[in-house]
Protein backbone atom coordinates (compact mmCIF):
# COMPACT_ATOMS: atom_id res chain seq x y z
CA UNK A 1 0.00 0.00 0.00
CA UNK A 2 1.59 3.66 -1.00
CA UNK A 3 0.91 5.77 2.07
CA UNK A 4 0.93 9.65 0.57
CA UNK A 5 0.61 11.88 3.72
CA UNK A 6 -1.55 14.77 2.88
CA UNK A 7 0.29 18.60 4.12
CA UNK A 8 -2.61 19.30 6.19
CA UNK A 9 -1.95 16.29 8.79
CA UNK A 10 1.16 18.87 10.34
CA UNK A 11 -0.94 21.48 11.33
CA UNK A 12 -4.61 22.08 13.00
CA UNK A 13 -6.52 23.79 9.25
CA UNK A 14 -10.11 23.20 8.36
CA UNK A 15 -9.51 20.78 6.14
CA UNK A 16 -8.04 18.57 8.77
CA UNK A 17 -11.54 20.12 11.04
CA UNK A 18 -14.01 18.93 8.10
CA UNK A 19 -13.50 15.47 8.17
CA UNK A 20 -13.08 15.11 11.86
CA UNK A 21 -16.67 13.68 11.78
CA UNK A 22 -15.24 10.21 9.48
CA UNK A 23 -12.02 10.32 12.14
CA UNK A 24 -14.36 10.05 15.31
CA UNK A 25 -16.40 7.37 13.51
CA UNK A 26 -12.48 5.54 13.00
CA UNK A 27 -11.68 5.94 17.14
CA UNK A 28 -15.22 4.84 17.82
CA UNK A 29 -14.70 1.19 15.89
CA UNK A 30 -11.25 1.23 17.78
CA UNK A 31 -12.55 1.92 20.90
CA UNK A 32 -15.41 -1.00 19.77
CA UNK A 33 -12.50 -3.12 18.50
CA UNK A 34 -10.67 -2.52 22.36
CA UNK A 35 -13.95 -3.75 24.04
CA UNK A 36 -15.52 -6.71 22.10
CA UNK A 37 -12.35 -8.64 21.27
CA UNK A 38 -10.86 -10.88 23.79
CA UNK A 39 -7.03 -11.21 23.11
CA UNK A 40 -5.68 -13.79 22.77
CA UNK A 41 -2.56 -15.42 24.96
CA UNK A 42 0.73 -17.73 23.81
CA UNK A 43 3.03 -19.57 25.42
CA UNK A 44 6.03 -17.19 24.46
CA UNK A 45 6.92 -13.61 25.24
CA UNK A 46 5.71 -11.57 22.94
CA UNK A 47 7.57 -7.87 23.02
CA UNK A 48 5.22 -5.49 20.31
CA UNK A 49 7.06 -2.86 18.58
CA UNK A 50 4.83 -0.42 16.77
CA UNK A 51 3.26 3.26 16.81
CA UNK A 52 0.23 5.54 16.60
CA UNK A 53 1.64 7.50 13.91
CA UNK A 54 1.35 6.50 10.65
CA UNK A 55 4.85 5.25 8.93
CA UNK A 56 8.14 6.44 9.58
CA UNK A 57 8.63 6.31 13.60
CA UNK A 58 10.88 3.53 12.93
CA UNK A 59 9.52 0.41 14.42
CA UNK A 60 11.62 -2.10 12.02
CA UNK A 61 15.14 -0.43 13.00
CA UNK A 62 14.00 -0.74 16.90
CA UNK A 63 12.59 -4.40 16.30
CA UNK A 64 16.16 -4.88 14.72
CA UNK A 65 17.94 -3.67 17.09
CA UNK A 66 15.91 -5.32 19.92
CA UNK A 67 16.64 -8.87 18.66
CA UNK A 68 20.28 -8.34 18.29
CA UNK A 69 20.47 -7.14 21.97
CA UNK A 70 18.51 -10.07 22.98
CA UNK A 71 20.48 -12.94 21.06
CA UNK A 72 23.94 -11.42 22.69
CA UNK A 73 22.33 -11.93 25.85
CA UNK A 74 21.50 -15.66 24.94
CA UNK A 75 17.70 -15.68 24.02
CA UNK A 76 16.70 -17.11 20.81
CA UNK A 77 14.38 -14.01 19.41
CA UNK A 78 12.46 -13.92 16.33
CA UNK A 79 11.71 -11.02 14.40
CA UNK A 80 7.32 -11.72 13.40
CA UNK A 81 5.45 -9.69 11.09
CA UNK A 82 2.20 -10.38 8.76
CA UNK A 83 3.12 -11.23 5.39
CA UNK A 84 2.23 -8.33 3.30
CA UNK A 85 2.97 -8.71 -0.37
CA UNK A 86 3.83 -5.34 -1.27
CA UNK A 87 5.93 -4.98 1.85
CA UNK A 88 9.22 -7.22 0.58
CA UNK A 89 11.06 -3.84 1.45
CA UNK A 90 10.85 -4.44 4.99
CA UNK A 91 11.12 -8.11 4.98
CA UNK A 92 14.02 -8.12 3.23
CA UNK A 93 15.52 -4.97 5.31
CA UNK A 94 14.91 -7.73 8.55
CA UNK A 95 16.22 -10.65 7.03
CA UNK A 96 19.74 -8.86 5.62
CA UNK A 97 19.96 -7.68 9.32
CA UNK A 98 18.43 -10.31 11.77
CA UNK A 99 18.14 -14.26 10.17
CA UNK A 100 15.29 -15.03 12.24
CA UNK A 101 12.23 -13.10 10.35
CA UNK A 102 8.78 -15.55 10.36
CA UNK A 103 5.95 -14.30 8.55
CA UNK A 104 2.11 -15.48 8.42
CA UNK A 105 -0.87 -14.99 6.99
CA UNK A 106 -2.03 -13.32 10.44
CA UNK A 107 0.03 -12.62 13.33
CA UNK A 108 -0.96 -15.20 15.12
CA UNK A 109 -0.21 -18.19 13.03
CA UNK A 110 3.61 -16.28 12.71
CA UNK A 111 3.35 -16.58 16.67
CA UNK A 112 2.62 -20.37 16.46
CA UNK A 113 5.39 -20.90 13.99
CA UNK A 114 8.13 -19.18 16.24
CA UNK A 115 6.80 -21.47 19.37
CA UNK A 116 7.02 -24.36 17.66
CA UNK A 117 10.72 -23.57 16.16
CA UNK A 118 11.90 -23.32 19.18
CA UNK A 119 12.50 -19.77 19.52
CA UNK A 120 12.32 -18.46 23.07
CA UNK A 121 10.66 -14.69 22.44
CA UNK A 122 8.38 -13.29 19.37
CA UNK A 123 9.35 -9.29 18.45
CA UNK A 124 6.27 -8.08 16.94
CA UNK A 125 7.64 -5.60 14.45
CA UNK A 126 4.04 -3.56 13.91
CA UNK A 127 0.79 -4.92 15.59
CA UNK A 128 -0.03 -2.93 18.61
CA UNK A 129 -3.32 -2.08 16.39
CA UNK A 130 -3.96 -5.86 16.35
CA UNK A 131 -5.87 -6.24 19.53
CA UNK A 132 -6.17 -10.28 19.03
CA UNK A 133 -2.80 -10.39 20.57
CA UNK A 134 -1.99 -10.48 24.21
CA UNK A 135 1.34 -8.74 24.25
CA UNK A 136 3.45 -9.01 27.39
CA UNK A 137 4.98 -5.33 26.87
CA UNK A 138 4.37 -2.63 24.50
CA UNK A 139 6.98 -0.48 22.56
CA UNK A 140 4.97 3.05 20.89
CA UNK A 141 8.03 4.86 18.78
CA UNK A 142 7.79 8.53 17.59
CA UNK A 143 9.65 10.40 15.46
CA UNK A 144 11.28 13.66 17.09
CA UNK A 145 10.12 15.46 13.61
CA UNK A 146 6.57 14.81 13.32
CA UNK A 147 5.61 13.29 16.81
CA UNK A 148 1.91 13.15 15.99
CA UNK A 149 1.50 15.54 13.75
CA UNK A 150 -1.94 17.72 14.42
CA UNK A 151 -2.81 15.26 17.13
CA UNK A 152 -5.52 13.98 14.38
CA UNK A 153 -6.81 10.41 14.15
CA UNK A 154 -6.91 9.56 10.42
CA UNK A 155 -8.57 10.73 8.17
CA UNK A 156 -8.08 14.30 9.44
CA UNK A 157 -4.86 13.83 11.07
CA UNK A 158 -2.15 11.00 11.02
CA UNK A 159 -2.75 8.91 14.00
CA UNK A 160 -4.15 5.40 13.59
CA UNK A 161 -5.65 5.68 17.05
CA UNK A 162 -6.11 8.70 19.84
CA UNK A 163 -3.26 9.53 22.34
CA UNK A 164 -4.91 7.41 25.08
CA UNK A 165 -4.14 4.59 22.91
CA UNK A 166 -0.64 5.31 25.55
CA UNK A 167 -2.72 3.96 28.21
CA UNK A 168 -2.01 0.04 26.97
CA UNK A 169 2.10 0.55 26.24
CA UNK A 170 4.85 0.28 28.81
CA UNK A 171 7.88 2.00 26.80
CA UNK A 172 7.83 4.99 24.66
CA UNK A 173 10.69 5.30 22.19
CA UNK A 174 11.50 8.53 20.35
CA UNK A 175 14.07 9.04 17.44
CA UNK A 176 15.79 12.56 18.32
CA UNK A 177 15.83 15.06 21.04
CA UNK A 178 14.79 15.41 24.26
CA UNK A 179 10.92 17.27 24.30
CA UNK A 180 9.87 18.11 27.84
CA UNK A 181 7.32 19.12 26.35
CA UNK A 182 5.41 16.07 24.82
CA UNK A 183 6.50 14.05 27.83
CA UNK A 184 4.36 16.47 29.81
CA UNK A 185 1.65 15.52 27.61
CA UNK A 186 2.41 11.85 27.28
CA UNK A 187 2.57 11.37 31.52
CA UNK A 188 -1.23 13.26 31.34
CA UNK A 189 -2.49 10.20 29.75
CA UNK A 190 -0.15 7.38 31.37
CA UNK A 191 2.13 8.49 34.21
CA UNK A 192 3.67 4.65 34.02
CA UNK A 193 5.02 5.25 30.76
CA UNK A 194 9.41 5.08 30.51
CA UNK A 195 10.43 7.26 28.07
CA UNK A 196 13.68 6.62 26.06
CA UNK A 197 14.95 8.41 23.05
CA UNK A 198 17.36 6.95 20.23
CA UNK A 199 19.44 8.33 17.44
CA UNK A 200 20.59 7.12 13.91
CA UNK A 201 24.14 6.92 13.08
CA UNK A 202 25.51 6.63 9.47
CA UNK A 203 27.26 4.08 8.53
CA UNK A 204 29.03 5.16 5.01
CA UNK A 205 32.68 5.52 3.77
CA UNK A 206 34.61 8.48 3.30
CA UNK A 207 33.95 8.52 -0.84
CA UNK A 208 30.52 10.75 -0.28
CA UNK A 209 32.36 13.05 2.18
CA UNK A 210 32.84 16.75 0.24
CA UNK A 211 30.85 15.26 -2.81
CA UNK A 212 27.41 16.72 -4.04
CA UNK A 213 24.57 14.27 -3.57
CA UNK A 214 21.22 13.35 -5.63
CA UNK A 215 19.20 12.02 -2.26
CA UNK A 216 15.93 10.14 -3.07
CA UNK A 217 13.43 8.45 -0.85
CA UNK A 218 10.18 6.28 -0.90
CA UNK A 219 9.47 5.66 3.32
CA UNK A 220 7.15 6.84 5.85
CA UNK A 221 8.87 9.83 6.33
CA UNK A 222 11.66 10.90 3.44
CA UNK A 223 12.06 14.35 4.98
CA UNK A 224 13.36 12.53 8.04
CA UNK A 225 16.14 10.69 5.95
CA UNK A 226 17.18 14.19 4.02
CA UNK A 227 17.21 15.75 7.43
CA UNK A 228 19.61 12.82 8.92
CA UNK A 229 21.88 13.73 5.82
CA UNK A 230 22.38 17.42 6.14
CA UNK A 231 22.92 16.99 9.74
CA UNK A 232 25.62 14.31 8.97
CA UNK A 233 27.29 16.87 6.41
CA UNK A 234 26.00 15.46 2.87
CA UNK A 235 25.82 17.97 0.40
CA UNK A 236 22.61 17.66 -0.58
CA UNK A 237 21.99 19.39 -4.18
CA UNK A 238 18.28 17.49 -4.69
CA UNK A 239 15.80 15.44 -2.77
CA UNK A 240 13.25 13.11 -4.72
CA UNK A 241 10.71 12.18 -2.46
CA UNK A 242 8.12 8.85 -3.50
CA UNK A 243 5.48 6.99 -1.03
CA UNK A 244 6.17 4.56 1.34
CA UNK A 245 6.52 1.14 -0.43
CA UNK A 246 6.63 2.90 -3.60
CA UNK A 247 7.04 0.68 -6.40
CA UNK A 248 10.14 2.21 -8.79
CA UNK A 249 10.15 1.88 -12.31
CA UNK A 250 13.48 1.29 -13.83
CA UNK A 251 13.21 4.12 -16.54
CA UNK A 252 12.37 6.11 -13.55
CA UNK A 253 15.72 4.99 -11.82
CA UNK A 254 17.83 5.74 -14.97
CA UNK A 255 16.26 9.32 -15.49
CA UNK A 256 17.60 9.81 -12.21
CA UNK A 257 21.01 8.61 -12.91
CA UNK A 258 21.03 10.23 -16.11
CA UNK A 259 19.74 13.86 -14.28
CA UNK A 260 22.74 12.82 -11.53
CA UNK A 261 25.42 11.82 -14.12
CA UNK A 262 24.95 15.40 -16.23
CA UNK A 263 24.56 17.76 -12.70
CA UNK A 264 28.00 15.51 -11.26
CA UNK A 265 26.00 14.17 -8.35
CA UNK A 266 26.35 11.12 -6.39
CA UNK A 267 23.17 9.06 -6.14
CA UNK A 268 21.85 7.76 -2.32
CA UNK A 269 18.83 6.12 -1.04
CA UNK A 270 17.67 3.94 1.93
CA UNK A 271 18.84 0.95 3.01
CA UNK A 272 15.13 0.28 2.99
CA UNK A 273 14.88 1.69 -0.93
CA UNK A 274 17.56 -0.40 -2.22
CA UNK A 275 16.00 -3.83 -1.28
CA UNK A 276 12.99 -2.65 -3.40
CA UNK A 277 15.43 -1.79 -6.39
CA UNK A 278 18.59 -3.77 -6.21
CA UNK A 279 16.94 -6.43 -8.61
CA UNK A 280 17.40 -3.50 -11.59
CA UNK A 281 21.02 -3.94 -11.14
CA UNK A 282 21.80 -0.36 -11.00
CA UNK A 283 25.45 -0.10 -9.81
CA UNK A 284 25.76 3.59 -9.37
CA UNK A 285 22.67 3.79 -6.86
CA UNK A 286 24.17 3.67 -3.09
CA UNK A 287 22.61 3.39 0.24
CA UNK A 288 23.48 4.85 3.57
CA UNK A 289 23.22 1.88 6.11
CA UNK A 290 21.80 3.18 9.46
CA UNK A 291 23.02 2.50 12.77
CA UNK A 292 20.58 2.71 15.74
CA UNK A 293 21.32 3.78 19.20
CA UNK A 294 19.94 3.74 22.09
CA UNK A 295 20.52 6.01 24.86
CA UNK A 296 20.54 5.04 28.33
CA UNK A 297 20.13 1.38 26.63
CA UNK A 298 21.26 -0.45 29.70
CA UNK A 299 18.10 0.69 31.26
CA UNK A 300 16.35 -0.05 28.20
CA UNK A 301 16.98 -3.66 28.14
CA UNK A 302 16.64 -3.32 31.68
CA UNK A 303 12.83 -3.15 31.37
CA UNK A 304 12.40 -5.53 28.42
CA UNK A 305 14.37 -7.94 30.41
CA UNK A 306 11.31 -7.98 33.05
CA UNK A 307 9.44 -10.12 30.81
CA UNK A 308 11.56 -13.07 31.54
CA UNK A 309 10.93 -12.70 35.63
Known amino acids: MKIYKPKFWSTFNLTAVLLLPISLVVSIINILRKKLINPQSFNI ?7 IYVGGTGKTPASIFLAKELAKNKKRPAIVRKFYENYEDEQNLIKSNFSDLILGKTREEAIRI ?44 PLRENLNALKYAEIILINGDKNKDFEKKIFKINKYLNIFYSKYNP ?15 GIGSPENFFKLLLENGFNIQKKISFPDHYKYKKEELENILIEARNKNLEVITT ?27 DEFLKKIKKIYD
Request: with cysteine; net charge positive.
Open 271 to 297: EKDFHRIKGFKLDKINYIKLELEILEK
Open 45 to 51: PIICVGN
Open 203 to 217: VFSNNFKNKKVLAFA
Open 114 to 157: ASKEGFDTVILDDGFQDYRIQKNISILCFNQNQLIGNGFVMPSG
